[in-house]
């Protein structure tokens, strides 16, 4: 059984950093790409960062290029968003997700495993 479970939500102040953290279990990790999404209410569901499955490619959106960075370690199959200068647009239910093998995709349907979320949120 394949398990994605975030963690590192949780209330900051505009300026602030957050790390996130994704612990997976039940799929061979170090043969997956990973990414975060994130979701505000009343939007989509938005890509935030990807990382291949090698490690060697990462992908982000404008928004969030130069301050967020997506980083593994196989060895905890474990993948991480560290949020740094964070807006309160930033605020949102941040969800992790994993496929096998690919580069860093930014399509919520080019993933096939998700987490059940953590929620940011970043006061003014």
């Known amino acids: 059984q394949v398990q994605l479970v975030e963690s590192g939500g949780g209330l900051v102040q505009a300026g602030g950093s957050l790390r996130l953290s994704c612990a997976t279990s039940?799929?061979?990790?170090?043969?997956?790409?990973m990414a975060w999404f994130r979701q505000a209410p009343g939007k989509e569901r938005e890509f935030a960062a990807a990382?291949?499955?090698?490690?060697?490619?990462?992908y982000y959106p404008d928004s969030v290029k130069g301050r967020f960075t997506i980083s593994r370690d196989n060895a905890k199959n474990t993948v991480y968003l560290q949020m740094n200068s964070l807006k309160p647009e930033d605020t949102a239910v941040y969800y992790c997700?994993?496929?096998?093998?690919?580069?860093?995709?930014?399509?919520?349907?080019?993933?096939?495993?998700w987490g059940q979320g953590t929620q940011v949120t970043v006061s003014s």
């Open positions: 997700a994993g496929r096998y093998y690919g580069r860093a995709y930014s399509r919520p349907a080019d993933y096939n495993y």
């Open positions: 990382i291949s499955w090698t490690g060697d490619s990462t």
């Open positions: 039940g799929l061979t990790f170090s043969s997956c790409a």
